[in-house]
């Protein structure tokens, strides 16, 4: 069958919108009528070449919600009819990880930047006959996407597609960091750089936690009037003041007891490093550019402050558990998402989307459907 998706066909160029042919679920497989799709940053490393992957052409888009329309041989996690949220690390259930709980971590992980499918065929090909990879092994930015039963978890069919996509990586991601990487306790403080879509779910993680300081530090003005709807008590521009001197100012001069960088630099990951009190923890998020290999942190310090240093990735969850959690806590009035999406686009908007997201206009742009 024919699909329309979002196309790289190499990095710094503007995402292409072509119609490709779509090959029928393999065994293990689903075909899933996308409905809404984020545009999260990660999808923006790749196009701006700061990720590499294993090949290009590249189908984009990871963080999405749709609907089950046709399952291969030997499909059981899911049926047609089924509404689904799209996860960018599976779950396969049978690895040394996923077996203690910890399917963030899959061993089905390391493949899904290379492109193709498990089984190291193509779902996907352009009209020149080339192989198009998917990235995260779901290429999402499509009207249609043939994944691994493996990589979708099914959703209650009474949520908002355009908020349930949200939970497929960014709420889970941020929100995951607070509460289960971090384990941020009652009446603690807390930093976070960059309010962005994951650090505005940091925040609401933070907050859902029990923290008491939850101090927002960004260089756009609007982004910290929004961070105040999602949990800050405290909020700083890191364009007009010092961020280090103000966290020591709000905290006694003690720092916080915990800080996270969802910004992609070693400039804030040092920052944060700095804000933060002895035996504090430093939660690093955001995804750096691959050529950055070092952060400038001294050894000493990590010794003679006892701080903890420590990398998250997809909110330290078992999402199988997590996406429905989060999505009830949504139902119960106990997380925001409706306010995370500050505007909606077309496929053939997504360039435009992405434009937006990188000049600070949306907390979460979302392409949406028919």
């Known amino acids: 069958m024919k699909t329309r998706a979002a196309v790289l066909y190499a990095p710094k160029e503007p995402l292409r919108i072509e119609e490709l042919e779509l090959d029928e679920p393999h065994a293990g497989e689903v075909r899933v009528k996308m409905a809404a799709v984020g545009l999260c940053h990660s999808d923006y490393h790749v196009a701006a070449g700061n990720r590499p992957v294993g090949m290009m052409p590249m189908a984009l888009g990871h963080e999405g919600a749709g609907v089950v ?3 291969g041989d030997g499909v059981t996690r899911c049926q047609p009819g089924d509404h689904v949220v799209l996860m960018f690390i599976p779950a396969c259930g049978k690895c ?10 899959c061993a089905e992980q390391t493949a899904f930047a290379k492109g193709p499918q498990r089984d190291g065929t193509y779902r996907l090909h352009n009209r020149a006959g080339q192989n198009i990879g998917q990235f995260c092994m779901l290429g999402a930015f499509s009207e249609y996407v043939v994944a691994h039963e493996d990589s979708v978890c099914v959703i209650d069919k009474d949520y908002p597609f355009n908020v349930a996509c949200l939970v497929g990586c960014g709420v889970a991601g941020g929100f995951g960091a607070a509460v289960h990487r971090a384990q941020v306790t009652p009446g603690s403080s807390v930093l976070v750089l960059g309010v962005g879509g994951v650090g505005m779910n940091v925040l609401q993680g933070a907050h859902a936690a029990g923290a008491l300081t939850i101090i927002a530090a960004d260089v756009i003005e609007q982004k910290l009037t929004w961070a105040k709807e999602f949990g800050a008590t405290h909020v700083v521009n890191a364009s007009k003041e010092d961020v280090v001197a103000r966290v020591m100012e709000l905290t006694n001069g003690a720092g916080v007891d915990f800080a996270f960088e969802a910004i992609s630099s070693p400039a804030t990951i040092a920052q944060a490093f700095a804000a933060t009190a002895k035996l504090g923890t430093i939660v690093v998020v955001g995804l750096t550019p691959a050529a950055i290999d070092q952060i400038p942190i ?4 990590l010794v003679l402050s006892q701080k903890t240093l420590m990398g998250t990735l997809y909110g330290a969850g078992n999402q ?3 996406i429905p959690h989060l999505l009830d806590l949504y139902r119960h009035g106990r997380l925001k998402l409706d306010e995370l999406v500050t505007q909606t686009y077309a496929l053939d908007d997504i360039n435009r989307g992405y434009a937006d997201m990188i000049a600070g206009k949306n907390i979460r742009g979302v392409i949406q459907f028919d």
Do not use: F, I, N, T
């Open 320 to 322: 199988r558990v997590e």
């Open 96 to 105: 040394k990880w996923c077996l203690a709980g910890h399917s963030h971590a």
């Open 298 to 301: 001294s050894p000493l310090q």
């Open 69 to 71: 329309e046709s399952v």
